[in-house]
């Protein structure tokens, strides 16, 4: 008997065991969506202007979302566009979320939208609705037959070409003008510059051979270079006095051409060709002449130079 009885109480449990999995989901389901009607303010609405709707759903928090196909840019159906969802919550909660809605819809003649869904979480149970809004109006922009023609096409007259050849021909020519003026202000300038400055060489030989010999024995040169100097500037300074090529004659030639001289003392040309005997030495020979030998040459030229600041003039018929 007790076999009986607990054979009976499993089959029993076996049996409400699916029962009692269906009650939680019983208890779970949503409930079914509210019909939420929208409110249309009255008016002619054509194709494609915005139709303000007014949606307004009961709200007991301020902490809430909503969830549904009520969003800027979707679709309201094949017809109909969402243009603006502005939401307005309430002062004061309990209170009524309002919905301002702009739809546009793209058909003429008694347009009925499908109904909306729209879900709005709060902190308990969400509550479902389907927005739906009463049928409406629409008409064309234009009534039928009385649209205007559409203008006949004119035939655009083609631009003119650009005379680009007399554009290049006229931007060549005023390059050329532009260089020419260049080139007369170039010379006119030049002209009016200063010439060069005469050189004392030139203009007095006596004061450029004094500032020659003391610039040489002054610097700090090599013997070679420094004789080989003033061999040369005296050469120089010879021929520009008299006339007679210094420059090319030889030590010797140098000699014979003072010897013409009458009223040159044989003093003075026995320093200078002392001197210049010196400046072939150091010259060719290498020769390194001491300090008091040099100071003794400085010496021998200054009084040269000073006697032959009047030469006197060769005597006539001498070779």
Known sequence: MRALRRLMLTAGVALLAPLASLIPAVKAAAPPAKALPARV????????????????????????????????????????????????????????????????VFATGAVALPPLPLTLRTGGQPQTFKISVPPMAITPLLPAGTQPEPPAAAVLALPRPL????????????LIAAAMGWRLYR???????????????DTDPDRWILDEVNSLFLASLQPEERYTKLSRRLRDY?????????????????????A?????????????????????????????PERPEEDD??????????AFRSPPEPREGAA
């Not at 307004?56 to 679709?75: H, K, N, R, S, W």
């Not at 005379?163 to 005023?174: E, H, I, Q, T």
């Not at 040459?297 to 000073?306: G, S």
């Open 41 to 104: 303010a009255p008016g002619v609405y054509h194709l494609g202007s915005k139709i303000p709707f007014q949606i307004i759903l009961p709200l007991g928090t301020p902490a809430y979302f909503l969830e549904g196909d009520l969003v800027e840019g979707a679709g309201w159906g094949p017809d109909a566009r969402i243009a603006s969802v502005k939401q307005s919550p309430p002062t004061a909660f309990p209170g009524s979320l309002v919905l301002d809605v702009e739809v546009q």
């Open 163 to 174: 005379p680009w050849g007399w554009f290049l021909l006229a931007l060549a020519g005023a």
């Open 187 to 201: 010379r006119r300038k030049l002209a009016e510059l200063p010439g060069p400055a005469p050189s004392l060489r």
């Open 238 to 258: 010879l021929e520009i006095k008299t006339g007679q090529p210094f420059l090319e004659w030889t030590t010797s030639e140098v000699q014979r051409g003072l």
């Open 260 to 288: 013409r001289m009458d009223g040159l003392p044989s003093g003075l040309v026995t320093d200078l060709m002392g001197v210049l005997a010196l400046c072939d030495w150091a010259a060719f020979a290498r020769y390194r």
């Open 297 to 306: 040459a400085k010496v021998r030229t200054l009084r040269f130079l000073a």
